[in-house]
């Protein structure tokens, strides 16, 4: 929850000084378009940082020869980020699918297992 809520403020705290950059900047633009700017890359800058440590992260588990389960739990993020990069409509599809298949594999992949 603390992650969350950290992540939260300074994706808020990097907004407003962006904010406020666009609207000093003396460029004359309207309000709104500062806000727009602000807005997009705040989204920019957190979708590369979360897109870079989970890249580094699939390297490091890659790199140990760590399974294709703790792999995957990398890719979902990795996705993410692009997506918080670039909004696509590949990466958006590739995201669903897998979000899809992540979830259906935790839903119905845990009944068929038995505890021995």
Do not use: H, Y
């Not at 705040?42 to 389960?69: H, I, N």
């Not at 669903?96 to 119905?108: D, H, K, P, Q, S």
């Amino acid at each position: 929850m603390r992650t969350v809520l950290g992540t939260a403020i300074a994706f808020l705290l990097v907004f407003f000084v962006l904010a406020w950059i666009g609207i000093e900047s003396g460029t004359g633009q309207p309000a709104p378009l500062a806000m727009e700017f602000a807005l997009q890359w705040t989204m920019r800058l957190f979708g590369t940082v979360t897109a870079v440590v989970a890249a580094v992260g699939l390297l490091f588990v890659a790199a140990s020869k760590g399974g294709l389960e703790r792999q995957l739990d990398l890719v979902l993020p990795l996705l993410g980020g692009l997506l918080l990069i670039n909004p696509n409509w590949g990466v958006a599809l590739a995201l669903g699918v897998f979000a899809t298949a992540w979830l259906v594999r935790e839903c119905c992949g845990s009944r068929g297992r038995t505890s021995s």
